[in-house]
């Protein structure tokens, strides 16, 4: 089974623009998670996905969004884009059945830098 | 809210010596789940082991084991004869069952193997 795939792998933006980041999920898994790494903070969460609705969202500002298709497949936008959002972009998905099944996989991540 | 501790940002061992790692987390929750995720350098990162908060026994995966304190909120992994390529972040993480199965995780322990 492929494993979570992200792309693009690097990104190379300046202030002001607007970015779109894609997520394909294990074939099966229905939640995809972002999460935002960068060093002395780790893992800040965005928001997660289960079925094409929005279901836990993190505490970011309203430039970062994200959705969900039909297929899982998700991609996570933002807008205005500041230098301090320079950062790994991690998707995470998981199967979402029961919590004894349930273990998120990770992505290679996004390597965002805003200039 | 629900919020993990990791309190050694850096660590360092001797190949074929044991390391322990430690982690706290705070909740009034009863079900959830832990984890350790291990993310080596510019690569994936990877689930280590999983303990399931109702099981008293300790989880073990090989040379990776956790002691799991449930009453001390306390969930450390030790590695048993470290070896090169245990080089890596180390992220503690929580999962709430009853908040939709969300992750949370810690800022991450940077363990490095000493040849």
């Known amino acids: 089974k492929a494993g979570v795939t992200q792309t693009p792998r690097y990104l190379i933006k300046t202030r002001g623009q607007q970015v779109t980041l894609s997520c394909s999920p294990i074939s099966g898994h229905r939640s995809v998670s972002w999460y935002q790494q960068t060093p002395g903070q780790g893992l800040q969460f965005l928001f997660e996905y289960f079925s094409e609705t929005q279901r836990n969202k993190g505490n970011f500002p309203g430039r970062f969004s994200g959705r969900q298709f039909s297929n899982s497949r998700s991609e996570m936008n933002v807008s205005t884009l500041e230098l301090g959002d320079s950062a790994l972009y991690l998707c995470?998905?998981?199967?979402?059945?029961?919590?004894?099944?349930?273990?998120?996989?990770f992505g290679p991540g996004t390597r965002l830098t805003v200039l | 809210a629900q919020t993990v501790t990791q309190s050694q940002p850096e660590m360092s061992v001797q190949e074929a010596e044991t390391v322990t790692l430690s982690c706290t987390y705070d909740t009034s929750e009863n079900n959830y789940y832990l984890f350790w995720y291990k993310q080596p350098p510019s690569r994936q990162m990877i689930l280590v082991i999983r303990?399931?908060?109702?099981?008293?026994q300790n989880a073990t995966e090989n040379r990776f084991s956790v002691n799991f304190q449930k009453a001390a909120k306390s969930f450390s992994l030790k590695i048993s004869d470290s070896q090169l390529g245990d080089t890596a972040m180390y992220f503690c993480?929580?999962?709430?069952?009853?908040?939709?199965?969300?992750?949370?995780f810690g800022t991450g322990t940077s363990l490095t193997v000493i040849p």
């Open positions: 993480a929580f999962m709430n069952v009853r908040s939709g199965n969300q992750f949370y």
């Open positions: 303990q399931e908060a109702y099981k008293q």
């Open positions: 995470a998905s998981r199967l979402a059945r029961t919590p004894s099944t349930d273990t998120q996989y």
